[in-house]
T-cell receptor, first 111, second 111 residues
Framework: NAGVTQTPKFQVLKTGQSMTLQCAQD?????MSWYRQDPGMGLRLIHY???????DQGEVPNGYNVSRSTTEDFPLRLLSAAPSQTSVYFC??????????FGQGTRLTVV | SQQGEEDPQALSIQEGENATMNCSYK?????LQWYRQNSGRGLVHLIL?????REKHSGRLRVTLDTSKKSSSLLITASRAADTASYFC???????????FGKGTMLLVSP
């Protein structure tokens, strides 16, 4: 019962470095999305995808890129990490019209 | 911007008591969902209520939705210490599970 798998669980980056947060789901869901959660806040939508090859921006897309080449995978790329991107990142998937399934999160610190 | 706003921000009760949390939102929705999060870990889906539903039950949970007032409430009956967590409402406007979260209610249930 893998569900939504995020890697890595923890990451420390230096300002200006780039990295990719991985997200994979094994439920054949069309819809996938990335959120970030800052202290004392709810989750905010970064990017989402409604199917392979189709992505769109959410509320806070700046500094992040996504692509969706397969149904299963939806990686999030940080182009040039900044301290303001220190956060916990959650990936989610859904079949649409229903509940979202969330990964366990990636805790990212940018120093 | 955060669509949903939970009230209260924090709630402290004794085991066996009922806990009520409220959520208000701003725009029309497809559905509204409630999630639980323990200490910054992953999100656990509790219940989903669609825009054409007024009330829904799941075990000790009761959710109501008033679309005319753009508000929802979550009632947890006979609370247990294990219910201690943060609770978030999330609205889905598009039906893609691109959720807009509130800031959450921190619930503390004391033995």
């Amino acid at each position: 019962n893998a569900g939504v798998t995020q890697t890595p669980k923890f990451q420390v980056l230096k300002t200006g470095q780039s990295m990719t947060l991985q997200c994979a789901q094994d439920m054949n869901h069309e819809y996938m999305s990335w959120y970030r959660q800052d202290p004392g806040m709810g989750l905010r939508l970064i990017h989402y995808s409604v199917g392979a090859g189709i992505t769109d921006q959410g509320e806070v897309p700046n500094g992040y890129n996504v692509s969706r080449s397969t149904t299963e995978d939806f990686p999030l790329r940080l182009l040039s990490a900044a301290p303001s991107q220190t956060s916990v990142y959650f990936c989610a998937s859904s079949s649409g019209q229903g509940r979202a399934f969330f990964g366990q999160g990636t805790r990212l610190t940018v120093v | 911007s955060q669509q949903g706003e939970e009230d209260p921000q924090a709630l402290s009760i004794q085991e066996g008591e009922n806990a009520t949390m409220n959520c208000s939102y701003k725009t029309s929705i497809n559905n509204l969902q409630w999630y639980r999060q323990n200490s910054g870990r992953g999100l656990v889906h509790l219940i989903l209520i669609r825009s054409n539903e007024r009330e829904k039950h799941s075990g000790r949970l009761r959710v109501t939705l008033d679309t005319s007032k753009k508000s929802s409430s979550l009632l947890i009956t006979a609370s247990r210490a294990a219910d201690t967590a943060s609770y978030f409402c999330a609205t889905d406007a598009k039906g893609y599970s691109t959720l807009t979260f509130g800031k959450g209610t921190m619930l503390l249930v004391s033995p």
